[in-house]
Structure formats: structure tokens, C-alpha cells
């Protein structure tokens, strides 16, 4: 499969105000994601996965480095043509006012696209949804269902990069395995690469390619997943994986 260069990251670090003092919560990250591809992005609590993936989507800044999507910096796009095509799936889904339609909608509306009614019903459907009538009101949902109408939401962009950030946390076992045959299906169909966040090692060796390892403030791995899982070149990683 011929593979192309989507995303470039190089010497990223993050600088946090903790406890009055400034303090380096990631430095040095450089990698590249080459498209299609899915990437599991893993490290224990409080590494910065999340932060990573919020500078990749533009929703917060890195202090040092530089990023381009498509060989070009972020001051070469608007930040909305950036989060149209890098879109950022947050773990606490934020469901606008309205119904589940309008949320569905939303995206249409501020990228000036047809909205896909039946794609979107799809999609519904394949993350476990069938039964939620898109009438109800969005802030009525479970946390695991407005979880899934972000995710189809940001789907229904058809987004370059999805960045998932721990979305199954709050799902049941089936609900879980749906999200994840549909992601795999979506991948497949769009091309769609991914950065996914979880904490969940067995969803990730079943669903990545590759694994970016976060530990000692930085990317300290970044390998083809089975040989992470089996070989990791790094104590840290071994640790993490309770590989003796
Ligand atoms: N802008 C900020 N200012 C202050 N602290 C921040 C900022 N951004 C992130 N942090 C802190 O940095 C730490 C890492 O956060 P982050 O959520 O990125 O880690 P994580 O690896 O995703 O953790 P988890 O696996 O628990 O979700 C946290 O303690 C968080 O509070």
C-alpha cells in the first residue's frame, strides 16, 4: 500500500504552571505519521498524551517545535481548515444545545456541507445507537452515548487525522467492540489515520499499527505495535507492559 507523509512533528515540548512553578511536561517529541495508518498513542497517567493530541488539533499550544499537516504550519491554514481535516474527539464529549440532530448538524452548518442524514444514521447504528431517536435532547444522553455522537460527529467531517482521545472509556464491552469495528471499517473505507489514546493495551494491539510510547517527558517509543507489545526497546516500557 502506497503511504504518504500526512503529519510532521518535530521537537515538540510542553511547558505547565504547576504549583506556582513552570515545569517541562514533554520535550523533544518528533515523529511522522504517514497516511493511512493507526497509531496507539500510550503512556502512563499524566504523561501528556491528551496535551499532545490538543496541540495536534490546535486546541492548545506546544512551547517549543513546530507541526505541519500536508507540509504546511498551522499559520499556513485557517484553524478551521485545520480541525476540519485533524479533528480532536475528546473523551468528555461537549454536546451543544439542541437535539441530537442539531448536534449531528453543527458541523455541516459551520463547514458549509451537505448534511449526510443517511451517513449519519449509519454510523449510529454501527457504534450501537440504533435505538437514539434524533430528536431527543442531547444533554438528556448517557455519558457513553453523547461519547458516541461526538465521535460520529467528528466522522461525519471526514477528517485526514482522528485524534481519539480515550473514547470507550465510558462504555459497556459491546458498546466498545462496535466503536472499534466501526473505526476499523472507517479506516479501511477512507483512508482515515488515527491517533488513539487509550489505556485499554488490548484495544490497542487489536486496532493500531503502530505504538508512540510516552514516558520520562517525551516520546521514548515509537515502533510497529506487535514488536512494542513483544520487544520494547525501553525498561520504562517494559515496566508499563509488566513484561519481566
Ligand atoms: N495548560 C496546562 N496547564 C497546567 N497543567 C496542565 C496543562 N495542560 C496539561 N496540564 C497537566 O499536565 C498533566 C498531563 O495531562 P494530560 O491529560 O495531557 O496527560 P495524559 O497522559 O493524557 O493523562 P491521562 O492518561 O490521565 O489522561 C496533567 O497533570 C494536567 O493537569
Known amino acids: 500500500m502506497s503511504t504518504e507523509l500526512i ?14 512553578e513552570e515545569r517541562v511536561l514533554f520535550s523533544g517529541v518528533t515523529a511522522r505519521l504517514e497516511q493511512p495508518a493507526v497509531i496507539a498513542l500510550l503512556g502512563l497517567s499524566g504523561q501528556g498524551k491528551s ?8 486546541l492548545d499550544a506546544a512551547s517549543e517545535g513546530s507541526i505541519r499537516y500536508r507540509g504546511r504550519k498551522p499559520e499556513e491554514w485557517t484553524s ?11 473523551q468528555h464529549a461537549v454536546m451543544l444545545p439542541g437535539s441530537v440532530e442539531d448536534n449531528l448538524r453543527a ?17 449510529l447504528r454501527d457504534c450501537g445507537l440504533e435505538h437514539l431517536d434524533l430528536g431527543k435532547r442531547a444533554s438528556d444522553l448517557s455519558g457513553g452515548e453523547k461519547q458516541r455522537v461526538a465521535l460520529v460527529r467528528s466522522l461525519l467531517l471526514r477528517p485526514d487525522i482522528l485524534l481519539l482521545d480515550e473514547i470507550t472509556a465510558s462504555l459497556d464491552l459491546h458498546s466498545k467492540q462496535a466503536v472499534e ?14 491517533i488513539w489514546v487509550t489505556h485499554d493495551l488490548k484495544q490497542a494491539r487489536q486496532n493500531s499499527h503502530k505504538v508512540w510510547f510516552m514516558a520520562e517527558h517525551t516520546l521514548l517509543e515509537n515502533m510497529d505495535t506487535e514488536l512494542f507489545f513483544q520487544r520494547p526497546d525501553s525498561e520504562a516500557a517494559r515496566k508499563f507492559l509488566q513484561i519481566p
Open 7 to 20: 503529519l510532521d512533528m518535530n521537537g515538540l515540548s510542553k511547558r505547565i504552571a504547576a504549583l506556582g
Open 51 to 58: 496535551t499532545l493530541l490538543r496541540i495536534i488539533g490546535l
Open 80 to 90: 478551521q481548515e485545520w480541525r476540519k481535516k485533524v479533528c480532536y474527539v475528546a
Open 107 to 123: 458541523v455541516s452548518i459551520l463547514h458549509k456541507q451537505p448534511f449526510d442524514r443517511a451517513l449519519a444514521s449509519q454510523l
Open 181 to 194: 469495528r466501526l473505526l476499523a471499517s472507517w479506516h479501511r473505507q477512507e483512508a482515515a489515520s488515527m
